[in-house]
């Protein structure tokens, strides 16, 4: 299923820093019943996505998200947006430390409501995309009907901060920036176990190159051959900013006014998000009676296994797109 690229402009905004932006354009996409025809699921990307969720050649999510899928192009309106500055249809940000993952989220709620989109049947993302929608939450208490963050957290970790000052390192410093920054990051995405089963020490028949040491190289060309270096270092930032509590007392004042039902889902392996936060943020839903659930993920394949196990995705999901 193809989709027409859409902008929508923002002649002024005014990101949370304080920090004036003008005439921003935001790019988007919509997938499967016309707006205001059907409940609305929106999907917010990862790091390296983009607005593609479901299209027959690049969709990235187009297992889960499709016609007959779990989420149904048949049943739901999908819009995906793209983050400012990602570099897929729109342009490069050169302050891209003015914005935040609340900016963003603010910025995607602007947008939805000048297409006449006031509820989502679901907001649902991984990862940093699963940072974006919590802060929309936040900011818009009661439009979700569904909150589904996928192997993300309400805030940025410590661990993971400390990993993207790395990254960030990297990409100033290298003089192959993309490439050395997406090996290493890569190494975090998946887990030991995974790269065992897949590789078991083999080397390349046509080098003297381990098999791991060509699929790294392979990762980081790839990513440097689609990917602008200002767009890697915006997305890399962005996943240090979210924090819903930022600017109240504490995550509960935050929380507590959330009206959505909240359905985290935990990859067991995951050494980018931990399970452990994820069930820390469950325990203080539950005490401030905030609607939630947590299902967790079992895979050897770490954080990127929201990409990879789908049939334990689509059983997760499937009771809540019905319709």
Not at 104 to 109: D, E, P, R, V, Y
Not at 137 to 164: F, R
Not at 272 to 286: A, C, H, I, Y
């Amino acid at each position: 299923m193809n989709a027409p690229i859409l902008i929508q402009s923002i002649p002024h905004y005014q990101t949370f820093n304080g920090e004036i932006i003008e005439n921003l354009n935001l790019s988007y996409q919509v997938f499967g019943k016309k707006l205001q025809s059907a409940p609305v699921v929106l999907v917010n990307h990862a790091l390296t996505g983009n607005s593609d969720v479901c299209s027959e050649a690049k969709g990235w999510w187009k297992t889960i998200i499709g016609k007959g899928k779990v989420i149904d192009t048949d049943k739901f309106t999908v819009i995906a947006i793209n983050i400012p500055g990602n570099g897929y249809h729109n342009e490069l940000i050169e302050n891209y430390k003015a914005y935040t993952a609340k900016d963003i989220a603010q910025l995607f709620i602007y947008l939805l409501k000048s297409i006449q989109v006031t509820k989502l049947q679901a907001a649902i993302g991984g990862s940093l995309g699963g940072g974006i929608a919590w802060e929309m939450a936040a900011l818009e208490p009661e439009m979700i009907q569904y909150l589904i963050p996928i192997a993300s957290d309400w805030k940025s970790s410590d661990w993971v901060i400390g990993h993207n000052f790395v990254q960030e390192s990297i990409l100033n410093t290298s003089t192959t920036p993309l490439e050395t920054a997406r090996m290493m990051a890569m190494l975090f995405y998946r887990t030991p176990a995974s790269l065992e089963a897949k590789f078991h020490r083999l080397k390349m028949k046509e080098n003297s190159l381990f098999q791991i040491e060509s699929w790294l190289k392979y990762h980081g060309t790839k990513l440097e051959n689609r990917f602008q270096l200002l767009a890697y270092q915006m997305m890399n930032h962005l996943l240090t900013t979210v924090d819903i509590s930022l600017g109240k007392a504490s995550f509960e004042e935050a929380a507590k006014p959330i009206q959505s039902s909240i359905i985290q889902i935990g990859i067991n392996s995951d050494l980018f998000f931990s399970v452990d936060e994820n069930r820390k943020t469950q325990t203080l839903l539950n005490q401030i009676g905030v609607n939630n659930e947590y299902h967790e993920i079992e895979s050897i394949h770490g954080h990127d296994a929201f990409l990879i196990e789908f049939e334990q995705l689509t059983t997760i999901l499937k009771p809540l797109f019905k319709c």
